[in-house]
């Protein structure tokens, strides 16, 4: 079935086709992501290194799955999105195959990196819904994607502790990796060629800057809570970071062909949203980490609980993710995406709010109540992210979708960066020490008090509260069941 919107024809028929392999995508990756963390001990007993070593197989996918996505969205722009996103994912699956057989720790690193090439499939994705999906439809495929990427995760905390415990930490990429092989076939076959290219040169010199000013910082925010956050080292990486930073922008103002074109991302809608998912990312990492712990300290620091039990108690969470994302995707063409964009982030804040104030209260006999409160913080964060990245989508000229999508990457992975540094930094400043039963009298470990909690539940509520005012600021795309898309201009609306 072809019809026609804003000048434009699409397929409905191919349309319904690709849905499935764009909402499928963020359930693997993050299936894959999310095994990964209750394998990370088993990883460092099998390999014999040390805590700070093992975070590299985090930290690595992504340093490199940041640069990526930007490089990725301009290849994309320049020769074809479907063709660089299947080079991508076909990186992505090479690594999860190559991550299962590593025969040492310097191998599973460089497969990692690997695999953190193809974390530009999500800026690369989001660009070819918005091209090749008739407008009214891209808001619900863009919820859907949205909402896989919390089930995703609560699937595979649970099933990942279980099969690192029965097979081991393997068996966590072998399984994964049929699936990624499929996605490829099912991408390969399914998927369409773009319809905007926007031929030119690789602007070599700005991949070096983006480079200079981007991995030195992750490595600076990754390090800082074990090294300190005014080392000499870390003050260092900052300085080297800034630096590169300053080069790229004066490079980018004047090159004929920049890999991040400043007048894109810096415009009014674009920035607003680029800022916004940066500080929406640093509050839900803090949360995340302060939900893992309150859910797995023992009693009264916590409620005691397996990680599996710990993902079960998520499931609600990710239900009502389910049935939000696309009904707000549905919605937003009539209500607009600035309102809900608001509702989300004071859903989010007023709900972190109650946490931060009660926080001292739920462990260990108000157990219904936090996941009852987590999963209301929850729906605010997803209506406010899909209703980011569809104003996004419809700010920015088609032809340079690809630069749009993967600069918001690079926002988003700072900002998720940050959060778990400065929570566990938080948790290091207010905590007790604990004698586990049956250990040595020596041995004592640390534990976050309810006033760590506090901390870290009040900084993103305050955090989620300043994102409602940031988006009053955005120029309404979308309103009355009309979508104003851009066709041309430096990504102002028209």
Request: positive net charge; hydrophobic residues 55%; glycine residues 10%.
């Amino acid at each position: 079935m072809i019809i026609e919107a804003n000048g434009e024809t699409y397929d409905l028929k191919y349309a319904k086709r690709a849905t499935l392999v764009v909402v499928l995508l963020p359930l693997l990756v993050m299936y894959t992501e999310a095994m990964l963390t209750p394998a990370l001990p088993t990883i460092q007993k099998e390999f014999a290194i040390n805590p700070n070593d093992v975070s590299w197989v985090l930290t690595i996918y992504l340093l490199v799955g940041t640069v990526s996505a930007a490089i990725f969205g301009k290849l994309g722009d320049m020769y074809g999105k479907k063709k660089v996103f299947l080079v991508a994912l076909g990186f992505y699956t090479l690594g999860v195959i190559f991550n299962g057989f590593a025969p040492s720790f310097r191998w599973l690193l460089f497969s990692r990196a690997i695999q953190g090439l193809g974390m530009a499939i999500f800026p690369l994705a989001f660009s070819l819904v918005r091209e090749e999906f008739p407008p009214e439809m891209v808001p619900q495929v863009q919820g859907m994607i949205s909402a896989m990427f919390g089930v995703g995760m609560v699937i595979a905390l649970p099933l990942g502790a279980y099969v690192t415990q029965h097979w081991g930490w393997r068996w966590t990429y072998h399984s994964a990796a049929p699936f990624a092989v499929l996605m490829f076939i099912l991408a390969w076959r399914v998927l369409r060629e773009s319809r905007y290219i926007n031929p030119g040169k690789l602007d070599w010199p700005g991949v070096l800057f983006l480079i200079w000013a981007v991995v030195p910082a992750l490595v600076a925010v990754t390090r800082a809570p074990n090294v300190g956050w005014t080392a000499r080292e870390t003050l260092i990486l900052f300085g080297v970071s800034i630096i590169g930073a300053i080069l790229l922008v004066l490079w980018e103002r004047k090159a004929e062909n920049p890999l991040i074109p400043l007048e894109i991302v810096s415009s009014r809608n674009p920035a607003i949203v680029n800022l916004g998912i940066m500080f929406a990312a640093f509050g839900i990492s803090m949360m995340s980490q302060a939900n893992t712990y309150i859910f797995q300290m023992k009693p009264p620091y916590g409620f005691g609980k397996s990680i599996l039990d710990s993902g079960l108690l998520m499931t609600p969470m990710a239900g009502v993710m389910l049935i939000i994302a696309p009904l707000a995707g549905k919605l937003m063409p009539k209500i607009g995406a600035k309102p809900l964009a608001v509702t989300g982030a004071l859903v989010a804040s007023s709900g972190l709010a109650v946490l931060a104030k009660y926080a001292p209260q739920f462990p260990p006999n108000h157990l219904w109540a936090f996941v009852g409160m987590i999963t209301y913080v929850g729906a605010g964060i997803t209506l406010m992210n899909i209703s980011f990245i569809n104003i996004l989508v419809f700010s920015v000229p088609p032809k340079v979708m690809g630069v749009a999508t993967g600069a918001n990457s690079l926002f988003r992975n700072f900002g998720s960066t940050w959060g778990p540094a400065i929570a566990g930094t938080v948790m290091s400043t207010y905590y007790v020490l604990f004698h586990p039963p049956g250990a040595p009298p020596f041995v004592k470990i640390k534990i976050p008090t309810t006033k760590a909690y506090e901390v870290l539940f009040g900084t993103s509520a305050g955090i989620y509260l300043f994102l409602a005012f940031l988006s009053l600021a955005i120029v309404e795309v979308m309103k009355g069941g009309k979508i104003r898309e851009v066709k041309t201009g430096k990504g102002s609306e028209s």
